[in-house]
């Protein structure tokens, strides 16, 4: 597969990651190694951020200021054996495989940015229970047309690089699958102490869906995804004005300060009847607001919008009344409903990233809000139940984009402060690591 005379290089990578293993990887660096050395990073901790989620700072953003996430992704879903707490040695285990790839790669998109968080049912593994402020409930369906399995493994490690060379062999260090990381040696793995449950992959920017979409289910046969596109659903998303902070989301005080939470959930997307019955117009409406299509605001995928999804707080208040008059509802326009706090920050800081995992397309939907029920409720208004006494408005039809995605998997996760990333008690201790 890899070794293909003809195979363009970008074919090459664009499978890589997808496919994994170290046979991905090698036929990855023989391709690449004309590029630039991978930077490296640095054995000195005080210098990183307690913040396992800053990444706005070290990733790109486009010329509208918007954060442009890494391209290739790779989410490792992993398991404890037992039923009990980690011990001790687990521990420090843990934090020796963090600490190799902190010195191996730089922290940043031409690096790997990286985080780990951890279940309801990690924590449910020791005696004390998690602090009063922290909300981590259990995943549950959030609309009533959903049936997805629940992500409960102990632990996601979430790895992304714009270099799909770094991101794998990250993930190979991290499983024990390769001796060095980018150079450095690696002296633990975090597949000493877990059981790697799922491995699964994503990418992100303009031409990845594109590129990807021949032959994959849910995307008809005509491969209408545009170029120039960062989704499959042929618009551009994360808008700088409608995402949180990640001051925001961060957790402010008690033993997980610095913290966040994040949910994520795995969507399978069916585009035939996006693409092939409906035109352009159509789809705008659909995806942002009918008035964005009656007065032309979108343009191509969206650039056009500059670092604002253009929802304005009219096209909020006044949802009902342009059910009825256009007999449809934009899901940004839905979403928004409940993504502002009383002062009017945004609530929920959206990272998700596109995947041909099991050759379907879908997306990885990771948000980081500061408690999980944040999201619950941005997807509730999303859902738009109390809408669907509109005539025209059916649970699943008319309503934004509901129609296109299925919700397969749902989890929810804490992302401590990185001093606590190693198999941390509910209390916010790490027995065993020193300072
Ligand atoms: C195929 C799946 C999806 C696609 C392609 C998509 C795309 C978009 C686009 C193009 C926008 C407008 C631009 C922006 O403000 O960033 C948007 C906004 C938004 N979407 Fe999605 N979205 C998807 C699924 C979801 C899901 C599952 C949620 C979960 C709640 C969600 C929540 C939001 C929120 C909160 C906003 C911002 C609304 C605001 O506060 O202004 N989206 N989405």
């Given at each position: 597969?890899?070794?293909?005379?003809?195979?363009?290089?970008?074919?090459?990578?664009?499978?890589?990651?997808?496919?994994?293993?170290?046979?991905?990887?090698?036929?990855?660096?023989?391709?690449?190694?004309?590029?630039?050395?991978?930077?490296?990073?640095?054995?000195?901790?005080?210098?990183?951020?307690?913040?396992?989620?800053?990444?706005?700072?070290?990733?790109?953003?486009?010329?509208?200021?918007?954060?442009?996430?890494?391209?290739?992704?790779?989410?490792?879903?992993?398991?404890?054996?037992?039923?009990?707490?980690?011990?001790?040695?687990?521990?420090?285990?843990?934090?020796?495989?963090?600490?190799?790839?902190?010195?191996?790669?730089?922290?940043?998109?031409?690096?790997?940015?990286?985080?780990?968080?951890?279940?309801?049912?990690?924590?449910?593994?020791?005696?004390?229970?998690?602090?009063?402020?922290?909300?981590?409930?259990?995943?549950?369906?959030?609309?009533?047309?959903?049936?997805?399995?629940?992500?409960?493994?102990?632990?996601?490690?979430?790895?992304?690089?714009?270099?799909?060379?770094?991101?794998?062999?990250?993930?190979?260090?991290?499983?024990?699958?390769?001796?060095?990381?980018?150079?450095?040696?690696?002296?633990?793995t975090l597949t000493d102490v877990?059981?790697?449950?799922?491995?699964?992959?994503?990418?992100?920017?303009?031409?990845?869906?594109?590129?990807?979409?021949?032959?994959?289910?849910?995307?008809?046969?005509?491969?209408?995804?545009?170029?120039?596109?960062?989704?499959?659903?042929?618009?551009?998303?994360?808008?700088?004005?409608?995402?949180?902070?990640?001051?925001?989301?961060?957790?402010?005080?008690?033993?997980?300060?610095?913290?966040?939470?994040?949910?994520?959930?795995?969507?399978?997307?069916?585009?035939?009847?996006?693409?092939?019955?409906?035109?352009?117009?159509?789809?705008?409406?659909?995806?942002f607001s009918p008035v964005h299509?009656?007065?032309?605001?979108?343009?191509?995928?969206?650039?056009?919008?500059?670092?604002?999804?253009?929802?304005?707080?009219?096209?909020?208040?006044?949802?009902?009344?342009?059910?009825?008059?256009?007999?449809?509802?934009?899901?940004?326009?839905?979403?928004?409903?409940?993504?502002?706090?009383?002062?009017?920050?945004?609530?929920?800081?959206?990272?998700?990233?596109?995947?041909?995992?099991?050759?379907?397309?879908?997306?990885?939907?990771?948000?980081?809000?500061?408690?999980?029920?944040?999201?619950?409720?941005?997807?509730?208004?999303?859902?738009?139940?109390?809408?669907?006494?509109?005539?025209?408005?059916?649970?699943?039809?008319?309503?934004?984009?509901?129609?296109?995605?299925?919700?397969?998997?749902?989890?929810?996760?804490?992302?401590?402060?990185?001093?606590?990333?190693?198999?941390?008690?509910?209390?916010?201790?790490?027995?065993?690591?020193?300072?």
């Amino acid at each position: 597969m890899f070794d293909g005379g003809g195979t363009s290089r970008r074919e090459f990578v664009k499978a890589a990651v997808a496919v994994g293993g170290a046979t991905a990887l090698s036929a990855c660096t023989s391709r690449l190694d004309d590029r630039e050395p991978i930077p490296r990073g640095t054995t000195d901790s005080d210098s990183l951020p307690s913040r396992q989620h800053a990444w706005n700072d070290v990733v790109r953003r486009d010329d509208d200021g918007n954060v442009e996430l890494p391209r290739h992704q790779v989410f490792l879903y992993l398991t404890l054996p037992g039923d009990g707490p980690p011990s001790d040695e687990d521990r420090r285990t843990v934090e020796s495989a963090f600490r190799t790839l902190d010195e191996a790669y730089e922290r940043s998109n031409e690096g790997v940015v990286y985080s780990v968080a951890y279940s309801p049912r990690y924590f449910s593994r020791f005696d004390a229970p998690l602090p009063e402020g922290i909300d981590l409930p259990e995943p549950r369906s959030l609309s009533s047309f959903e049936t997805p399995e629940f992500d409960r493994q102990d632990a996601l490690v979430h790895l992304a690089s714009d270099r799909a060379d770094a991101v794998l062999e990250a993930e190979q260090a991290l499983r024990g699958e390769s001796e060095t990381a980018n150079g450095i040696e690696v002296e633990s793995t975090l597949t000493d102490v877990f059981d790697v449950d799922s491995r699964r992959t994503g990418f992100v920017g303009p031409g990845m869906p594109a590129e990807r979409q021949d032959g994959l289910k849910g995307i008809p046969d005509t491969n209408p995804v545009p170029e120039e596109s960062p989704l499959f659903m042929g618009f551009k998303a994360g808008f700088a004005k409608t995402q949180a902070t990640e001051d925001y989301v961060t957790i402010g005080e008690g033993p997980f300060a610095g913290g966040t939470t994040k949910h994520v959930s795995n969507v399978r997307q069916r585009l035939q009847d996006w693409y092939v019955e409906q035109d352009f117009d159509d789809r705008v409406s659909e995806m942002f607001s009918p008035v964005h299509a009656s007065e032309g605001l979108v343009e191509g995928v969206g650039e056009n919008l500059g670092d604002d999804s253009g929802v304005t707080d009219e096209m909020v208040d006044d949802i009902r009344d342009h059910a009825m008059e256009f007999g449809r509802v934009g899901h940004a326009q839905k979403a928004a409903r409940a993504n502002r706090d009383e002062e009017g920050n945004v609530r929920i800081l959206r990272r998700h990233v596109e995947s041909t995992d099991d050759d379907t397309a879908s997306l990885h939907f990771p948000t980081l809000q500061r408690r999980i029920s944040d999201f619950e409720e941005v997807r509730a208004a999303m859902n738009g139940d109390d809408l669907t006494d509109v005539p025209t408005i059916r649970q699943r039809v008319n309503n934004g984009i509901l129609e296109y995605i299925f919700v397969k998997h749902r989890g929810n996760f804490l992302v401590p402060p990185r001093e606590l990333r190693a198999l941390p008690t509910p209390t916010g201790d790490v027995p065993g690591l020193d300072g």
